[in-house]
């Protein structure tokens, strides 16, 4: 027999041992190999997720040691050009040398996951600027009080940060807190205040950091950041209000005086307060297309060479198309904001059973005087509007309806609460009525806040009557004659590896001689 | 009884073929499954020391934070020059002899803040765990379950060697660090912590920059 055949048979008797065998060997065989089948996926499983694990876990480090450096440096930032007095120059050389090491950082803790990752990966280098979509790697925001307004303009128009060394010789005044946002991208730069109707104000929010604009400007689509905030108008400058939200905005400041102790300031008595609202811009889904204008962004460029007079600060590359949902014009007049129902020329304009309150603001603090608050008033069924505030006797209303909104936008109005006398619910009852200011600067109120609550949903207009759509948020903007709120720098520091982000934000108290202050009420 | 035992004696047993085959099956499947245990094993192990030397290099950084805040604390009147003293004198004017160089050290816990070793040379660094007592680097791990490098009565050796890196600058300057490094505002701290895995080193690196500030 050739030894072939001989396998062969022996195959074949084989198999059919095996197929003709009764028992339970083949059940119990089956049962072992898919046991063992078992016991083998779960430890390559558990091989496979602990090491994920691991991993997600070092990510995680290394984003906590690159957010504790970054606050580390926010902090440096602060205490080197305040307490120790740092000039211009130096607190360029500071921020600057901060700035690359937070660049190294992050490259390093980077490399430590993926070796061969480089720093224009991070979005850490100098490409300015950062554009739509793209993220830095980290980012410092500091608040602080404002510079001299020559170096603000200087460095405003120095948005492309290389060249703060440039701006040196200005004098900065004792104790100086700059304010300034340092980003991966190299951005640096330093806001104040801006004009309105002919006068120089503060702003709640900061200038260049309303929420309207969001957190991260680029995401909504802009073609530079917020760093042109002269603008009273500017996006950047105005912060958002939903249905259902509030809004507290300090009055008055805490300052420590030199021997540590808390001190109470408030606005003085000739101080102006001014309480801005508005409605959003359209989006391009909006029936806006005859204004083509408004549905295109500029984009600008910001030299690097600091203007000394402030003028010019940007100039216009071009226009491209605006991001659907996304984007929207820096520049939105009243004719492409949206119009609440109901509209001026709506026949329930002003109505006080159609036109809804959308907003009430109010003024409270602690102690006996708690709150003042204005009250609705109409006449013959109607709700005041803006033009009435120069009527002494309508001028105090706090609940502002839509109607008053619209009409607002369109005259680019606002409301002088400084002004507002009468129609307090609490008086002082010692002879004549105080305005608002008085209260304030008088210290009737402790610590008093400015509050505003939106207490009806937005709803828009559609041809006079009202609509189901409704209106996201409503935009504000709270200005004062003076800097009003604590002395104390804010920094905020924003660390983004590895597809995860992480936030810190904290507050640095500083010896104040109480002439100069900052506006820290975001 | 008896029937059973004759039919025991006198069954046909399994052929020789299906015995190796039986055993060739098996072997084949417990092959793949050993070793996917002991690589099992191995990862867990890996896991484990791991998360500790994550844990060490924390601690490492978080010790040195410690020794900054503390003496930032002690010396109110002369932060700027006395942030990295490492003396153990609390006295507000002689620290300046005692500022930290730039290199190689070892940290634990003190009585006040944290205590940082520079005992012999930096540069005496390897990648291999031969235990090294000047400085040392190599950490034991205490009855009260604290990794420490100083020897301590009950303690045993421990499988992590830790290693601080201190990096000074003088930033608000000249950019250059003066004789006695009191005009350092910043220093950079990178912890290493190493472990044995098998025949290999694994190293965990935790970095983080400290300046003269809280």
Known sequence: MKFSQLISSQTIESMSLIKNRRGVSMYVATVFVAAMMLVSASLA????????????WAKKDKIEHMLASAQEAAEWIITSSGIEGA???????????????????????????????????????DVDPITPGEQPCFELKIFGKGRPAQVIQ????????????????AAAPNGAIDYSNVTGSGKNFASGTFQFKGATVYSVPLPGTGSVAGSESTTDGFAVPCVNSADADDPCNWNKLAFGESAEIPLYREEKDPNGATVIRGLPRGGQL?????????????????????LRRATLEFPNTPIANGDAAAKLLGVNPRIPGTDFPRNCPASDRIVLYPATTSADYLSVDKDPVIVQWLVKGSGGLAELLAMERSHDGLRYNFDDRDNLN?????????????????????INLSKDDTGFTIQRGIGRPYTLIEYISLFFLNKPKLKLNAISPLRKDANGRQSDELVPYLEYQFLTSEQIAEFQP?????????????????????PTGGSDFVLGNL | MRKFVKEILTKKGESLTEVIIAVGILMM???????????????????QKSLIAHNLAQEGLDLVRGFRDTNLLRYKTKQKECWLSNQDLIDPNVCQNFVLLSGSYTVENADLGAKLMRLGNENNLSDTLAAQ??????????????????????????????????????????????????????????????????????TVIASEYLYAVK
């Open chain 1, 87 to 125: 000039d211009e120059q130096q607190l360029a050389a500071i921020t600057a040398q901060a700035r690359a090491d937070l660049e190294a950082l992050a490259l390093e803790q980077l490399q430590a996951i993926d070796p061969t990752a480089v720093l224009a990966d991070l979005h850490c280098d």
């Open chain 1, 274 to 294: 001014y309480l801005r609202m508005r409605t959003p811009c359209k989006d391009n889904n909006e029936a806006v297309n005859a204004n083509a204008d408004a």
């Open chain 1, 45 to 56: 499983y558990q091989m496979v997720s602990g090491k994920a694990n691991s991993e997600r």
């Open chain 2, 133 to 202: 007592s000047d400085p040392p680097y190599n950490l034991r791990l205490g009855a009260t379950g604290i990794y420490s490098p100083t020897a301590t009565p009950g303690d045993a050796p421990s499988v992590y060697y830790r290693e601080v890196n201190l990096t000074l600058a003088d930033l608000n300057d000249d950019g250059v660090l003066n004789a006695t490094r009191t005009d350092a505002d910043r220093v950079k701290v990178v912890v290493k912590v190493k472990f044995p895995v098998g025949s290999k080193v694994q």
């Open chain 1, 490 to 510: 804010k920094y905020e520091v924003t660390v983004r590896l590895f597809g995860m982000s992480a936030k810190k934000s904290g507050k640095i108290t500083q």
């Open chain 1, 394 to 414: 309508k001028r105090a209303n706090s609940q502002l309806g839509s109607g008053r909104l619209n009409r607002s936008i369109q005259l680019e109005d606002y």
């Open chain 1, 154 to 169: 200087a460095r405003e128009a120095d948005a492309g940060g290389a060249n703060d060394a440039q701006v040196a010789g």
């Open chain 2, 29 to 47: 499947i417990l092959a793949p499954a050993a070793g996917l245990y002991i690589a099992s094993n191995r990862a867990s192990e890996v896991s």
